[in-house]
Structures are given as C-alpha cells and as structure tokens.
C-alpha cells in the first residue's frame, strides 16, 4: 500500500455531518432571532444560513478529495489540508493503541473508523491519526503491519492468542443498566439544550397562563412529573444497554482488547505497558449490592480520545471476586489488599465536617419558616450518615511496590497504584490535623490529559510519613517534610 489512497467516499458525509453538528446551536439562534425581526430579516437570516450549510458541505467534500494515506518505509503517512498541506509520518514502533469505532453509517457500508495514539500523542488535542472510514481489511491490515513492527515477525504478529477474559451476560447487563447514572446525564442535557433558547422562546408568556390551572391540578401534575422522570430513566436504561452490548476483554501478548456496543460498535486497544493504575467505583447502589466498575488508568488518551486514557476494563462485577478474575492477567497487582482504617479520634472531625452546609440552612429555615423549618434537620441527617459512611471507607494499604488508598466522594473509590507509576504524593496537615496528630494523603499517577490517583484524609500522622517515606526514600523525612 505505497500508493497513496482515500479514505471511503462516506468520510465526506461523516466529517460535514460533524461540522454541522457544532453549527446547529448558532445557526438555529440565529434562525430564532431573524424570525423575531419580520419576514425580511428572516430571508436574510435563511440565506445565511443556507450558505454557511453549503459551503459546509464544499469544504467537506473537498477536504475529502485532499485527505490521503499510504504505507511505507515502516510508517503510516498521511496527508491533508485544503490551503496548508501538512503531512504526518507515524513510524509503526511508536504506534500504542489503535482503536476501531463502527458508528451506524460505517456499518450500513462495512467500514469501521479507526484512531491511532502513539507515545508520544497523550496530552495532544488531538489523536495522531483518524481514518474516519475505511474497510476492515484494511484496519485489520494497520494492526498486523504495527504488530509485526513491534515483534519483528509478521507470521506471528498474525496469529496473536487472544485469552478471553470477560465477557458480559444479560443478566449482568440489565443489572448494570439498571444501577447506571444515565438519568442524571439524559436530564442534563435536556435542561442544556432548552437554556439556548431561552432568550427566543417566550417560556414565561406560554406557562404564565397555567399558573392558576396548575393550583388546581397538583395531583396530575405530581403524575406527569412521575411520568417524565421514568421516561427520562428508560431512555437511560436503553442507552446504557445498546452502549455495553457484547462487552468482551481480551488479552492479547502485549495489549487488553475492549469489544462493546450495538449500533455504535468500538474495540479499544490499552497497552499493558501503559497502565498507570486500577481503580474500582462503586455508586451507592453497587456499593449496597457489593458490585463495582473497575477502570484502567492509562498514559495514553486526548481530548478527541478521552476514552484512551480511562477505560472501562469490567463495567459490573462483584468487587470481592476482582482478584481472581483480573489477578493472573495483570500479576504485579495486589487486589487483595488488608486496608488500614483512619483513627477513632477522626470520627468527629468526618462529622464536623459535613455539617458546614446543612446546619447554616437548618438554621435560616428554622427561623424563617418556624414549624415548617424543622424538616430541613431531615438535611442533617442525611448529611451525618454521608460522613459517617466517609469515615468507615476511608482506608490505606501498604504492599511491597503498591499503594492502595479508598475513599468516599459520591461514589466508593479505590485506587491501586504501582510505586515506580505515581507522578506526585503530597502529605499535609492543618493546624487543627496536628493538634490530633493526623495528616492528609494525595497521590496521583499520569492519565490522560492529568492525573488520576484520591485523597485520604485524617490518617494517623506516623502514616502518613511511613507512606511519604516508602515513596521518596529519604531518610531525614522531617526535611522533605519542610
């Protein structure tokens, strides 16, 4: 494949699809706006935005035309750009990951979209490479080509053994989709796409006239309310579902292959070599029924490939079974860790903490609203069990070249990180820690864009400095303290 080729002629509908997309929120503003001026400004605004959607589509056809990629010399080359050409050669052996993505338009023609990081890419704006559509002969053809560059043996960089490690069951994705968050996000982006149109769609002048119906109808509308939100939660349901269909992990000689989804079908690449850390979390509902989604940090990822960098190596499973189920694949991981508790005399201070906003409130409605002011204690409540189950995860272990911290935010954490892997280990102490002989803990490893890593707070000072002196290795620890 010396010769230079294109990309498959849908790439060109891919890419202004995706232009679009970024222009639908001004254009559909500026649509609004012109209507509101009468019919004149509206053709005008109509012209202009069927200009600006044509020349869209010229530059996507014809950045298309420019676009080209080639093997040679033991590199992948590509070449584009309408009015500057660049050109960007990506030598095989640097070649870390290559990531497939078939959306619902690569699929109807049996192509797949392929995104290349090397070594050198985590951190950029961008991927090294994406190849928005070709065919899977010839995706299937860049792995065995960086492959064999890697090993130096084409014949067995070919016929790689694949050792299955998960693979998810229908019962484990129903569960899974069950105890998702995706509500959260579909109400989200609901209530960001109704506040840019604010300024255009006159909410107060259509609802204003409801008010007295709505005095009157409290019941119905409790209903509708009760409605909306289960339709939200299915939509959720659904779209967790089609995201982590066929779920599959894989383990190849040197990578993890992630296969998932159903109309948008991915296969994600992490290097071993790559991974920085292993992190479990668990949300309050997991948590309760002693489940968890474990995360790969890797070095890799971009702004364009976040999901390079944090990747979903098991979206449900039961945490107690983590060690025998990923242990032998990744040996140099303890995951059977014996966690150390932060002290007794910490408990208040989880407590005290998690008072300075729910008290303020209790107390202002207390006494604005009298009687009625005494179910904002309700808050408080809720509040002191949230520390109270903050105290009991809060947690360290120390084995050999591994730290494992656990904490409590929303969500459970707990982080496993290699010695030789952390890029930074802060300890610190207010006046208030060293009155009661304790300290706080932060480590962090490389992921992505930045870093991944937690926070322990309120551990026993003698602890902490055993950790920060395990890490740095420095004797007088009192010094580097300073």
Do not use: C
Not at 56 to 66: A, E, P, V
Not at 292 to 298: A, D, K, M
Not at 320 to 340: C, V, W
Not at 412 to 438: A, C, D, P, W
């Amino acid at each position: 494949m010396s010769e230079p080729k294109r990309l498959h002629p849908i790439a060109s509908v891919i890419n202004t699809g995706k232009r679009l997309k970024n222009l639908f929120i001004p254009l559909a503003a500026i649509f609004l706006s012109g209507g509101r001026e009468g019919k004149e400004s509206l053709f005008i605004t109509l012209g202009i935005a069927f200009v600006v959607v044509i020349s869209t589509f010229i530059s996507g056809l014809i950045s298309w035309l420019k676009y080209t990629y080639r093997f040679e010399n033991n590199e992948l080359r590509v070449e584009y750009g309408i009015f500057i050409r660049k050109k960007r050669y990506i030598p095989f052996e640097r070649i870390q990951s290559i990531d497939l993505t078939e959306g619902i338009l690569q699929q109807l023609f049996g192509l797949v979209k392929v995104q290349i990081e090397t070594a050198g890419s985590s951190g950029d704006e961008e991927a090294e490479a994406v190849l928005s559509a070709i065919t899977k002969e010839e995706a299937k053809l860049i792995q065995e080509y960086v492959a064999a560059a890697k090993t130096g043996d084409s014949e067995t960089a070919s016929h790689q053994v694949a050792k299955p490690i998960f693979k998810i069951t229908r019962p484990e994705l129903l569960l899974l989709s069950l105890t998702s968050g995706g509500i959260g996000v579909v109400i989200s982006a609901l209530f960001a796409l109704l506040s840019q149109f604010d300024d255009f769609i006159p909410f107060k002048k259509v609802f204003g006239g409801l008010e007295d119906w709505a005095v009157h109808n409290l019941i119905l509308i409790a209903i509708l309310v009760f409605a909306g939100f289960f339709l939200a939660w299915l939509i959720a349901l659904v779209m967790t579902m089609l995201k982590y269909a066929h779920f599959t992990v894989v383990q190849t000689e040197k990578d993890f292959v992630i296969s998932q989804g159903l109309l948008e079908k991915k296969q994600i690449t992490i290097p071993l070599n790559r991974i920085q850390a292993i992190r479990i979390s668990e949300n309050p509902i997991r948590q309760l029924l002693g489940y968890g989604t474990v995360y790969v940090e890797s070095a890799g990822g971009s702004i364009e490939n976040k999901d390079g960098a944090n990747v979903i190596l098991l979206p449900i499973m039961k945490v107690k079974e983590l060690s025998a189920l990923i242990g032998p694949y990744l040996p140099e991981y303890q995951f059977r860790a014996s966690f150390t508790p932060v002290p007794k005399r910490a408990f208040r201070r989880y407590i005290f903490r998690s008072w300075f906003i729910p008290v303020p409130i209790a107390a202002a409605a207390i006494f604005f609203f009298k009687i009625w002011g005494l179910f904002s204690l309700i808050l408080i409540g809720i509040f002191t069990f949230w520390a109270i189950l903050k105290y009991k995860t809060a947690g360290w272990s120390l084995d050999g070249q591994q730290l494992t911290l656990r904490f409590q935010t929303t969500n459970r954490t707990t982080v496993f990180m290699k010695k030789n892997n952390i890029q930074s280990l802060e300890i610190r102490g207010s006046y208030f820690q060293r009155n009661k002989e304790l300290g706080t803990i932060e480590a962090y490893v490389k992921s992505g864009l930045g870093g991944a890593g937690g926070t322990v707070v309120d551990m026993e000072k003698s602890e902490v400095e055993k950790i920060f002196g395990w890490y740095s290795k420095e004797k007088n620890r009192e010094g580097a303290h300073g």
